[in-house]
């Protein structure tokens, strides 16, 4: 290879170190085999970039077949024009049809940023596979035809081509003139380019949207197959970079969340499309498609699903408390049911931790039996919304009725007084509403009740420490204004009002659920009728049905809300109603690969997962179940250099003294906290804190001092925060805070950001914009200090020096501290299927099921724990302090997020430099105050990892030795770095373990 083009990749690939694990344990080797599926492991820069490419090559000059999967495509067309350099004609790539216009922009947008302005000066080599182009616009634009009737990308008629007819044609079959052909210049549309390079390319390189999704073109092949089972049926090797993060990439997709209506201008919203789509075709075929029942079902569905979708938005865009009441993890008709009888039929057992028993208030009892009634009576109305699957009942038939009405009624305050009068006859309110005393008097008594079961369980709350109790107490006295009100208001006729809107809500919801199901169950069958695409909120292709598990829970479909602009503070608010659905456990796909050509009587294929952080404890995201066999380490003396001189260190900033860990004066000053405030807040504490870092009025600036710490050739520091927008908020105040900073700051942007790059290179008031998928050009640029969210350079880029031998970034401070987003449902997917994937691997699925009299209850008894769990992770807090139970898992998901970010400064075996800036990561160190008690890893993020990594790392712990070498192997340097960090705050017996 180094005689094609020299890039030292034999000295390369001659410093990489292998250790197989044997009999004793993992021993050193030059060899090791890959059968079935192999798990390789190696820390940040030790080779295993090095390593696949190697492979690839190889493999593809003596003329085997290999396929490579990475996470983005933008890297995907990075690896093809290397193999191709390599191995001439070797590589093509696997890109699916849906995303094709996305990625050709993304990569206009990096070549924009670059310098080059003209669009038709962009010759980059990943074009010849992004084209977006139709070879019969050529033929349709005449003298009379503008340019706006050429086809758009997405109705380019492929494999839709129609056959010339005449008046008389097919008169005794009218769908006859509706028959599909072949376009004739498939063979040589640029936009089929990567498809037809596929079929002799000895190199795949795909992401795993494209193999999951993507189908092999119907002119190439006859057999209806997708390219993820054609991967495994031609492949000799299939190697999977970075395999944690495909893990997590394919528990999204068998859990897809998209946007359903609303958001901004440039939001795909699904229900907008599918409409748009639904009038273009129906209109250009005369609807003759509407003779097919099929195609008139889909279409009512469609209609209806926009009708309540339409209502449902409205309300929530107008009603603060519905906004209110709908925000915590996800609501479904179903859930938002069991919340009206909660709040209509409260029971103690409401309250979390609660076991349920027979309710000793005779109240109780009452309720229990009221609430089992409507809510079968409730079920029975959701199981049939509309009255046509088979006769409703009477309240069945009112409730049907209603649900049309609201969907449809112009006179909204007729509707309002039949909504009340069915709610007050079906929840039994008109005792609250009587006349004169007697109405409130019920009242008081049913909401005293109410507030009674609301109550905290007075044994967890004499469990909890005296410190949590005081911490309670004192935010109950401080922030009494912020709590959400009593879900029973003091006058029982707000308390109506506030039920007819979420039951109108919850009506309203019951009409939209089975018409989305409708429309994508029925997506296949209307699919060729209408020229529909690719869905995403369609289930995965059935073809993965054997091989990926259901849901533990079942499949479970849900809603969200996410406002736009910040935090709602009340009054008219748009955002975005989003859909999701989870299908299945789509980590398990990674398993199921090398068996996956045997379902036809194949030989199976040999799958190799590298990654450097995919053995990661009881990490619920990048932990992969698959038992580690390599481990590949750089140099002991370059591995010694980078934990032995790397340097952690608080870098608090204090307002009123300058003391930057633990405050020395005389009056104690509390050090700046970011996370955990208000999200209106962030963007003021955000200024002052680059303000205090940057600011050179007394001598050099913080960040001055720190370039000067640097090698010459590593001289960039790396701010993190939370979002591009915060970036964006950091870069602009430090870029005009004075003349050190102006045009030596850069901020990270999004590759699909529209605007960002237009000149602002030239702009006083802004910095200058780097695309993320140019982020490696840091050291070209003029730029000192990269301001960029965390989670966008978490890894995947290699940012290096003008050599190319070392890391560009010297330095990295965290603004912010990372933390789960609390409306991120992913982070429940990941939970629920790395919860069923450890039980049944640690044989607790079996004993389940063996332990029930038949195989259904076995399988009931799971669902139902499964269910629970689900619950249960919906539900918790990410607030740092009450993560309980959870806090160790999340832990480890945060340290492999933090290793990761600072791998990015250790390439080519350098030492780096870490600050924490945010007074989050230490609490307690950061007030100021001597309160006698020191960070621990319930208050402390970093403590946390401190703990989670000791027992890895100190003698006589009953860690297995196996597991202790992979640590090790993998996490040596932050824990050395992070033990000498931490040791002056740390009970002796803890700094004694490091």
């Not at 309002?416 to 609250?432: I, P, Y």
């Not at 089975?514 to 994508?520: E, G, M, V």
Request: some cysteine.
């Amino acid at each position: 290879m180094d005689s094609v083009k020299s890039q030292d990749w034999a000295g390369r690939l001659e410093r990489i170190r292998v250790f197989v694990r044997g009999a004793s344990g993992f021993e050193r080797t030059d060899v090791f085999e890959v059968a079935r599926i192999q798990h390789l492991l190696g820390i940040v820069g030790a080779g295993k970039s090095t390593l696949r490419d190697v492979l690839a090559v190889y493999l593809a000059r003596r003329g085997r077949r290999v396929t490579v999967v990475v996470g983005d495509v933008a890297e995907q067309l990075k690896l093809v024009e290397l193999y191709n350099t390599y191995a001439p004609g070797s590589a093509a790539p696997v890109l699916g049809a849906a995303g094709r216009e996305q990625h050709a922009e993304r990569l206009h947008r990096r070549l924009a940023g670059r310098g080059e302005r003209n669009l038709l000066a962009h010759t980059d080599a990943g074009f010849a596979y992004l084209s977006t182009s139709c070879a019969l616009n050529a033929l349709r634009g005449t003298d009379t035809q503008s340019a706006d009737s050429l086809l758009r990308y997405g109705e380019a008629p492929c494999t839709r081509l129609q056959p010339p007819r005449q008046r008389g044609d097919y008169p005794d079959d009218p769908w006859a003139r509706w028959r599909r052909l072949v376009c004739p210049f498939w063979t040589d549309c640029p936009r089929h380019h990567s498809a037809r390079e596929l079929v002799d390319a000895a190199v795949w390189v795909a992401t795993p949207p494209s193999l999951v999704d993507s189908k092999v073109p119907q002119p190439q092949n006859r057999e209806s197959i997708r390219y993820l089972e054609l991967a495994c049926r031609r492949s000799d090797l299939v190697i999977v970079d970075e395999a944690d993060r495909v893990q997590m990439q394919l528990d999204r997709m068998f859990a897809p969340g998209i946007p359903l209506l609303g958001g901004g201008p440039d939001t795909r919203s699904f229900l907008d499309e599918v409409n748009q789509h639904r009038i273009r075709e129906l209109a250009g075929a005369g609807r003759i498609q509407l003779s097919d029942r099929d195609v008139e079902n889909w279409s009512a569905a469609v209609n209806t699903t926009q009708a309540s979708a339409d209502r449902l938005v409205g309300m929530l865009v107008s009603e603060f408390d519905l906004r209110n009441w709908v925000k915590t993890g996800y609501f479904s008709a179903g859930r938002l049911q069991q919340r009206l009888l909660e709040e209509r039929y409260p029971l103690p057992e409401d309250r979390e931790g609660t076991q349920p028993e027979t309710p000793a208030h005779p109240v109780g009892h009452l309720h229990k039996e009221q609430r089992r009634h409507l809510d079968e009576v409730l079920d029975a109305f959701r199981d049939n919304p509309f009255g046509d699957r088979h006769p409703a009942t009477e309240i069945g038939g009112e409730l049907t009725g209603l649900m049309g009405e609201l969907l449809h009624t112009t006179y909204r305050e007729r509707t309002r007084e039949r909504l009340r009068e069915v709610l007050c006859k079906l929840f039994d309110l008109n005792g609250f509403l009587a006349p004169g005393d007697k109405g409130r008097e019920c009242y008081a008594a049913f909401r005293s009740y109410a507030e009674k079961c609301a109550e905290p369980n007075p044994e967890d709350s004499a469990k909890r420490p005296a410190s949590a109790k005081a911490r309670t107490s004192a935010k109950k006295g401080t922030s009494a204004k912020n709590r959400l009100p009593s879900p029973w208001p003091e006058d029982p006729e707000d308390w109506v009002e506030l039920l007819m809107t979420r039951f109108e809500f919850a009506l309203l919801l019951s009409a939209l659920e089975p018409k989305l199901a409708l429309t994508n169950a029925m997506w296949p069958r209307v699919a060729s009728a209408l020229n529909l695409g690719f869905n995403e909120m369609y289930r995965r292709p059935p073809d993965y049905g054997p091989m990926v598990p259901e849901a533990p829970m079942g499949n479970v479909i849900g809603f969200q809300f996410l406002l736009e602009g910040g935090p709602d503070r009340g009054g008219a608010r748009t955002g975005e109603l989003r859909f999701f659905r989870c299908s299945g456990l789509g980590r398990e796909l990674l398993r199921a690969m090398p068996d996956l050509p045997t379902v036809d009587g194949r030989p199976g294929t040999n799958v190799l997962l590298m990654s450097g952080s995919s053995w990661a404890g009881s990490s619920s995201r990048y932990h992969i179940p698959v038992d580690i066999g390599v481990i590949i380490e750089p140099d002991p003396e370059e591995l010694e250099r980078i934990a032995e001189q790397s340097a952690f260190r608080f870098e608090f900033i204090r307002y009123d003294c300058d003391c930057r860990a633990a405050c020395q004066c005389h009056e104690h000053a509390e050090a700046q906290r970011l996370s955990g405030e208000p999200l209106d807040q962030r963007a003021d504490i955000l200024r002052r804190m680059v303000s205090a870092l940057g600011d050179n009025e007394s001598g050099s600036s913080r960040l001055g001092q720190e370039l000067t710490e640097l090698p010459e050739n590593r001289r960039h520091i790396l701010l993190l925060v939370g979002s591009y927008e915060e970036a964006k908020i950091v870069a602009d105040t430090l870029h005009t805070l004075n003349t050190r900073w102006q045009g030596r700051v850069s901020r990270l942007v999004s590759d699909d950001d529209p605007d960002a790059g237009g000149g602002a290179d030239e702009d006083e008031y802004h910095a200058p914009v780097l695309r993320r998928g140019d982020v490696e050009t840091l050291a070209t640029t003029r730029a000192e200090i990269l301001v960029a969210p965390l989670l966008a350079v978490e890894r995947g880029h290699n940012i290096l020096d003008l050599d190319r031998r070392h890391a560009a970034i010297g330095s990295i401070y965290f603004l912010a501290r990372p933390n789960p987003r609390p409306d991120d449902l992913g982070l429940a997917v990941h939970a629920i299927n790395d919860w069923i994937v450890r039980k049944r691997d640690s044989g607790e699925f079996a004993t389940w099921v063996r332990g029930e009299a038949t195989l259904g209850l076995g399988a009931r008894k799971v669902r139902d724990l499964a269910r629970s769990e689900w619950t249960r992770v919906l539900a918790r807090s990410m607030a740092w302090r009450s993560l309980g139970t959870d806090r160790e898992r999340v832990t480890w998901d945060l340290l492999v997020l933090i290793w990761q970010v600072i791998g990015r400064s250790v390439r080519g075996a350098v030492p780096t430099r870490v600050a924490f800036v945010d007074a989050a990561f230490a609490p307690r160190l950061a007030t100021g105050h001597s309160t006698g008690e020191a960070d621990d890893p319930k208050t402390s993020l970093l403590h946390s990892i401190h703990a989670v990594l000791g027992p890895y790392f100190t003698p006589g712990t009953d860690v297995p030795a196996d597991d202790r070498h992979i640590v090790t192997a993998l996490y040596r340097p932050l824990w050395t770095a992070l033990d000498r960090c931490l040791a002056p705050y740390l009970p002796p017996a803890a700094s004694k373990a490091g």
